[in-house]
Nanobody, 115 residues
Framework: QVHLVESGGGFLQPGASLRLSCQAS????????MAWHRQAPGKQRELVAR???????THGDAVKGRVSISRDVAKRTLSLQMDSLRPEDTAVYYC?????????WGRGTQVTVSS
């Protein structure tokens, strides 16, 4: 089992930057990839960014050029920075990992972008 807890987010203005963190605990050996996803009201959950143990990074189409993802294996944390925030970035952001073929999810953190 892997337990994931997100932090960061909140209420931000358009054009601001966002930084989210995810703390992993439990059995995190064998994790293949960690990622951030988001889900806006009435929409499907979508990938924001993913990083594998081989440091292959994938960005979601909606955030390309504005986002960076990093992982600190020793601290067992996953971070996300997103710049130039837009109102359409408003969503619940979820931390995710894939370990031994299983998906684990955090409870999510709300990000609201509005003037």
């Amino acid at each position: 089992q892997v337990h994931l807890v997100e932090s960061g987010g909140g209420f931000l203005q358009p054009g601001a930057s966002l930084r989210l963190s995810c703390q992993a605990s439990g059995s995190d050996d064998g994790i293949y990839a960690m990622a951030w996803h988001r889900q806006a009201p009435g929409k499907q959950r979508e990938l924001v960014a993913r990083i594998t143990t081989g440091n292959t990074i994938t960005h979601g189409d909606a955030v390309k050029g504005r986002v960076s993802i990093s992982r600190d294996v020793a601290k067992r944390t996953l971070s996300l920075q997103m710049d130039s925030l837009r109102p359409e970035d408003t969503a619940v952001y979820y931390c995710n990992c894939v370990r031994l073929g299983n998906n684990y999810w955090g409870r999510g953190t709300q990000v609201t972008v509005s003037s």
